[in-house]
């Protein structure tokens, strides 16, 4: 959905499926590092003795690992590439977008889409029906539907706004895929209905992800070219 993925950074040359410990809070949490510390220890070094012993077997097993590492943190280098290239077409800090006149917002929003290769057009005027940006993906092939709410920090989009979304999208759009994008955040209920009608939802941390960090969409939504929205 987007909406509350809040990770901490990482290099790029960290994959993202990698779990990162946290920092001990307490007594048993440094406990439970150093039995981990002592236990992988134990592990590398029983795999050094054994590949030692078993020379013959790890030599061939390891040049294959080189060869599988290194075509994957290419892949990892490149994926960093195209971000740094993101960030220099088109970038915002959460400050300049928190300056910025609800209009400005909304162009914002348009230009970011455009930038990760959306079609998209500002549509935002008297009579939109909740349709501020519309754009054709042609990765994903379906219409965005995006309805963009500049807001303070504390007021939350409700409930009434992703409904109106739900119901536009399709008739007056033909939109399978539908976004709502807000600089702030969004109350229980409406997360709740959005969960139900497949809208995806953005809110400040994900804004920060996608204008600020250069993150592709998709990957802010947790999207993939093999899935299509329900219509």
């Known amino acids: 959905m987007g909406v509350g993925f809040e990770e901490e ?12 410990p946290s920092r001990p809070r307490s007594g048993e949490g440094w406990f439970a590092w150093v039995v981990g510390l002592a236990a992988g220890g ?25 060869v599988g590492a290194d075509r ?4 990892l280098w490149a994926a960093e590439q195209e971000r740094r290239g993101r960030m220099a077409s088109y970038s915002l800090t959460f400050e ?19 930038r990760d290769g959306v079609d998209a057009q500002h549509t935002g005027r008297a009579g939109d029906f909740s349709g501020d940006v519309v754009g054709h ?33 399709w008739p007056i759009y033909q939109a399978r895929l539908k976004l709502v994008v807000t600089t702030s955040g969004y ?20 804004l920060i992800r996608w204008a600020t960090d250069g993150v592709h969409l998709h990957d802010v939504l947790g999207l993939s070219p093999g899935r299509h929205e329900p219509g």
């Open 187 to 206: 109350t229980r209920d409406a997360l709740a209905f959005s969960e139900k009608a497949d809208i995806h939802l953005i809110d400040r941390a994900a």
């Open 42 to 66: 134990w592990l590398l070094h029983a795999g050094w003795r054994l590949a030692v012993d078993r020379w013959y077997l790890a030599l061939p097993l390891l040049a294959l690992a080189a």
């Open 96 to 114: 300049e977008m928190e300056a910025m006149h609800w209009r400005e917002f909304e162009i914002a929003v348009m230009r970011l889409l455009r």
């Open 9 to 20: 950074w990482r290099p790029w040359w960290v994959p993202g499926w990698l779990w990162l």
């Open 137 to 169: 993906d042609p990765v994903l092939g379906g219409i965005w539907m995006v309805q963009v709410k500049h807001y303070a920090h504390g007021n939350r989009v409700g409930s009434h706004d992703v409904q109106k979304v739900a119901g536009a999208a």
């Open 72 to 75: 994957y943190w290419r892949s």
